[in-house]
């Protein structure tokens, strides 16, 4: 079975700092993986995705992400943070084990506290 | 184009009740997927459709069922609600089945409460 894993149910930083956001998944086959953003009463939207290209994927509003498969990771960065950027983000993982079936599922979210 | 709709927007419901929620897809894609969104539980898969039939379901109990109509639009039916029921149900739609590599488009969810 798949799963994602996101450490740290919030993240503080201030403006202008570095943004990391911790994704950490399991799946028995090559996956594809998703960062998604939910900003407060709306639903979510694609950052980034990784289909097994390039390992360093370049994302909307700056942000990017690079998928480590030796740590099993697909941590998601943004060299300076802008108070826009408060949000909630979500990692996904998708890839069925048999290859029949592609359930996206998600982890349980990072909310990202931007500090002026 | 018009995005992924959902409605209503807001429910209120007492237990026991019965609610059905609506999702209507973007224009050409025949899979939708529902989930719930529970206060620090994040996303739990529900169901997905696909072509009017009901490819996959998650871990939730027989109360909790759907449909996909002609046009792909889609219904979500949870009978005699418990309070635990209440959550914020996304709906999101892809070109492709199980999104493979596309992108899921997102509603802005329906909020159901339970009281």
């Known amino acids: 079975a798949q799963s994602v894993t996101q450490l740290g149910s919030h993240v503080s930083v201030s403006e202008g700092a570095l943004v990391l956001l911790r994704c950490n998944y399991s799946?028995?086959?090559?996956?594809?993986l998703f960062w998604y953003v939910q900003y407060p009463n709306q639903g979510l939207q694609l950052l980034l995705k990784y289909t097994s290209a390039a390992t360093l994927v370049k994302g909307i509003n700056g942000f990017e992400a690079e998928f480590k498969k030796s740590e099993t990771s697909f941590h998601l960065t943004k060299p300076s943070a802008h108070m826009s950027d408060a949000a909630e983000y979500f990692c996904?993982?998708?890839?069925?084990?048999?290859?029949?079936?592609?359930?996206?599922?998600f982890g349980r979210g990072t909310s990202l506290i931007v500090h002026p | 184009e018009a995005g992924v709709t959902q409605s209503p927007t807001h429910l209120i419901k007492t237990r026991g009740q019965q609610a059905t929620l609506r999702c209507s897809p973007i224009?050409?894609?025949?899979?939708v997927y529902w989930y719930q969104q529970a206060l620090g539980l994040g996303l739990q898969f529900l169901l997905w459709?696909?072509?009017?039939?009901?490819?996959n379901r998650g871990n939730f109990p027989p109360r909790f069922s759907g449909r996909q109509f002609p046009n792909y639009s889609s219904e979500l039916n949870v009978n005699a609600l418990e309070l635990e029921d209440s959550a914020l149900y996304l709906c999101?739609?892809?070109?492709?089945?199980?999104?493979?590599?596309?992108?899921?488009?997102f509603g802005q969810g329906t909020r159901l409460t339970v009281v």
């Open positions: 999101a739609s892809s070109l492709e089945g199980a999104l493979r590599n596309t992108e899921a488009f």
């Open positions: 224009s050409g894609h025949t899979s």
């Open positions: 459709y696909d072509e009017g039939e009901e490819r």
């Open positions: 799946s028995s086959v090559p996956p594809y």
């Open positions: 996904a993982v998708s890839r069925g084990p048999s290859g029949g079936s592609y359930i996206p599922t």
